[in-house]
């Protein structure tokens, strides 16, 4: 059974920085993309970044040049780092699956200040 375990949000303002943490368990992990999601309330949740068993990334447009997604295979774990942040990626995140998402874990809230 896949186990997500998100962490390492909060409160921050404008400008700030965060890392986020996921902990992910019942899977081959070193094999599988995977990817950062996140929900704004009222809207649907969106991919923003995603890590192939490589190493290569990719990012929305929305984050591209703030976020670093990064992972490590030994300790079955998945990062976000997330600098310059603004009001608009005040959202609850989530780490999954880059393609067909297993069941979703709570996730982490990141509220943005301004």
């Known amino acids: 059974q896949v186990q997500l375990v998100e962490s390492g949000g909060g409160l921050v303002q404008a400008g700030g920085s965060l890392r986020l943490s996921c902990a992910a368990s019942?899977?081959?992990?070193?094999?599988?993309?995977m990817g950062w999601y996140r929900q704004a309330p009222g809207k649907q949740r969106d991919l923003i970044a995603h890590i192939t068993r490589g190493n290569n990334t990719n990012y929305a447009d929305s984050v591209k040049g703030r976020f670093t997604i990064s992972r490590d295979n030994a300790k079955n774990m998945v990062y976000l780092q997330m600098n310059s942040l603004k009001p608009e990626d005040t959202a609850v995140y989530y780490c999954n699956r880059a393609t067909a998402p297993w069941g979703w874990g709570r996730g982490t809230q990141v509220t943005v200040s301004s």
């Open positions: 019942g899977i081959i992990f070193s094999f599988v993309t």
